[in-house]
């Protein structure tokens, strides 16, 4: 058991390491976020800030020195300075872990290893390929980029073979996986921690909606089949379990209007869908990742109150300005919800700026009031 008054390492300095880093302080630990961008949102409140990249030898060796245990907080870590660090220092989750959820191709065989469904795709490595992987699903779909791709980036829709040739293309030939659309009936999320003992435990499960690829809002409790939902949660400890991960893991599924369960993706780390459990539960996401990775006992995760969260994005900010600038008065205004920014330096469109919970009696009242602050700010530009 690592104890507090210990230091924590944290590979990376986004937005989800600097909750982390906030949850870590409330708990009475230090922490060192290895980032090299000089002004990263972790970076800026941690006890230590390593400016170098990630795979920097005397970086790394110093993060290890100084830390009793090191954790990440995105999945695109080179896998190898995992491995390194962890010759040293425990590291949670492992490399073994992050670097199934950093290939699509790999973390869906993974799924099926699992005797999970993924969504139906084929896999395209070279040119060749692309009408075997196109033999393997129905149009419309997906076309992603097999590594590195987020919040709809580095993925398109397709609707013919001629489109999949030149989407790849236009991915400059990288690998892809080729997703079949589902016909949905909603998303859903799982967040669980896992410790080092192999138990495990879930968060309530997060219905979200996207906006062209990237999470709008999540609403909990989910409005899905109980039994789907305690599938999902069944599913995501299974994967846990085959990973034999430690840390705070991610699972998003989509359920089909046939009630089919699939997994779409897994992160390994908090997640986006998880920013719910800030202010609606007993124990965040963030604090839960620091009881997991340092062996301290699991703490409640019961939902307190019906919730959404809504994601801002840098579209809410006024760009004509200088200093781009929030009109945050709608959210400060409403005595149901919390406002939580991200210290970003720069606001720009599709990127994440923060997010607000909004609390109510149930979700319908809370989405309503959620969408009407929103709307109030985005019309306010």
């Known amino acids: 058991m690592i104890l507090p008054d210990s230091t924590i390492g944290m590979l990376g300095g986004g937005q989800l390491g600097r909750l982390f880093v906030s949850a870590a302080h409330h708990l009475g630990y230090r922490v060192i976020v290895l980032e090299p ?5 972790a970076g800026l ?6 400016v170098a990249h990630y795979d920097d030898s005397s970086a790394m060796q110093r993060l290890s ?3 009793d245990v090191i954790t990440t907080e995105f999945e695109n870590i080179p896998a190898h300075v995992l491995e390194t660090l962890a010759i040293s220092c425990p590291v ?5 872990a992050v670097e199934k959820a950093q290939d699509r191709c790999v973390e869906k065989t993974f799924i099926r290893s699992c005797g999970l469904l993924p969504v139906p795709y084929g896999s395209i490595t070279t040119y060749s390929e692309i009408a075997a992987a196109v033999d393997k699903i129905d149009f419309p779909a997906i076309m992603k980029t097999a590594r590195f791709g987020y919040d709809g980036k580095g993925q398109c829709r397709v609707n013919s073979l001629e489109e999949v040739q030149q989407a790849y293309n236009t991915f400059e030939r990288q690998p892809c996986v080729l ?9 859903i999320s799982v967040i669980l921690a896992r410790n080092a003992s192999g138990d495990s435990q879930c968060f309530p499960v997060a219905e979200n909606i996207h906006i062209e690829g990237i999470l709008h809002q999540s609403i909990v409790p989910a409005r899905a089949d109980k039994a789907i939902m305690q599938a999902a949660q069944v599913a995501a400890k299974r994967i846990a379990d085959q990973m034999d991960y430690i840390g705070v893991l991610a699972v998003e599924f989509f359920i089909s209007q046939k009630d089919e369960l699939l997994v779409n993706e897994i992160a390994p780390r908090t997640h986006n869908s998880g920013h719910y459990s800030m202010d609606a539960c007993i124990t965040s996401q963030f604090e839960q990742q620091v009881r997991a990775i340092c062996g301290l006992p699991f703490a409640d995760t019961h939902l ?8 801002m994005l840098g579209e809410l900010w006024d760009l004509s300005l200088d200093k781009p600038v929030l009109n945050a008065e709608p959210i400060l205004n409403s005595g149901k919800s919390k406002l ?3 210290a970003k330096r720069e606001a720009r469109a599709g990127r994440k700026m923060g997010h607000f919970n909004t609390l109510a009696k149930t979700t319908e009242i809370a989405q309503k009031e959620a969408d009407a602050i929103f709307n109030t700010i985005k019309e306010s530009l």
């Not at 307190?304 to 994601?311: C, K």
């Open 304 to 311: 307190l109150s019906p919730v959404v969260m809504t994601n």
């Open 45 to 50: 409140i941690a006890d230590e800030h390593i």
């Open 179 to 187: 997703e079949q659309m589902i016909d949905l009936k909603c998303e």
């Open 340 to 342: 939580h920014l991200y």
């Open 37 to 41: 961008d000089p002004y990263s949102p």
């Open 65 to 67: 020195k100084h830390c």
């Open 92 to 96: 949670h989750p492992n490399a073994s």
